[in-house]
């Protein structure tokens, strides 16, 4: 089944997704176990076409055309540069300056709280 999303009032399928790129970001934090602390973030270019009716099967509430293309980012935690805990929801946007900003956005956060919650002395 392919992945469907409900773009405002509009039902959208996914024709293609296209890897684009993944970023690995380390905050310079390590965690009681001496790992570095970070996240990865993966990057997709999603091919979209509007739908009569359809199952949903995924919800994301973006307003863009319902036709055309798409880009998602998923952000995923790191510890010692491996993937670490569970994945966490994908982000869709319209451009790829929403993607920049937003993956800004989160990376200041992710940082912050890893400074918040551990320190620099490594093992």
């Known amino acids: 089944m392919k992945n469907v999303f409900c773009l405002g009032m509009r039902d959208t399928v996914i024709q293609s997704q296209t890897h684009i790129s993944t970023q690995d970001h380390s905050f310079g934090v390590f965690d009681n176990r001496g790992r570095t602390v970070g996240a990865i973030i993966h990057i997709q270019q999603l091919e979209v076409a509007a739908l009569e009716r359809v199952n949903f099967q995924t919800f994301i ?3 863009c055309p319902a036709n055309g293309v798409l880009f998602q980012w998923t952000p995923q935690a790191t510890r010692g ?11 869709v946007c319209c451009t790829m300056e929403e993607v920049d900003a937003q993956i800004g956005k989160y990376l200041a956060s992710a940082k ?3 400074i918040k919650n551990f320190t620099n002395s490594g093992k």
């Not at 540069?81 to 982000?91: I, K, P």
């Open 61 to 63: 509430d973006v307003e």
């Open 112 to 114: 912050k709280r890893a």
């Open 81 to 91: 540069g491996g993937e670490f805990g569970a994945c966490q929801h994908r982000r």
